[in-house]
């Protein structure tokens, strides 16, 4: 799977669990550490981590699986997929972190075939 597919695939399977504000980030230009930046928002702790798990097992079974996940227990957890780092957060840490605002010369990756408004 090329990182497009890889990402494409997570955020089809964030969109299907209802995540909020579902953002891709094209990294490449700004940073050594991965090409893809997805940041999405659970409405709980407990959806975000619904979320994480969700990716996590539905990459599994395409054969994907993560390098390393960090923060299970708090309410940003990030899943890297080497070129692609998921980061699902809590609304609340989300606007704390502000992830888009320091990534904010990225190229924001075009996922609107993939994801439904609500």
């Given at each position: 799977?090329?990182?497009l597919e890889v990402l494409r695939e997570i955020v089809k399977v964030l969109d299907k669990?209802?995540?909020k504000d579902i953002k891709a980030l094209e990294?490449?230009?700004h940073s050594?550490?991965?090409d893809y930046f997805i940041i999405c928002s659970g409405t709980s702790n407990t959806h975000v981590k619904s979320l994480a798990d969700e990716v996590e097992f539905e990459m599994k079974e395409k054969g994907v699986e993560p390098y390393h996940i960090e923060g299970k227990?708090?309410?940003w957890i990030l899943l890297d997929y080497n070129s692609v780092l998921v980061h699902v957060f809590t609304g609340e840490t989300r606007e704390y972190y502000n992830l888009e605002r320091l990534?904010?010369?990225a190229k924001e990756v075009d996922i609107?075939?993939?994801v439904t408004e609500e």
């Open positions: 799977m090329t990182e669990k209802k995540a990294i490449t230009e050594i550490v991965a227990a708090t309410g990534w904010q010369d609107s075939d993939i």
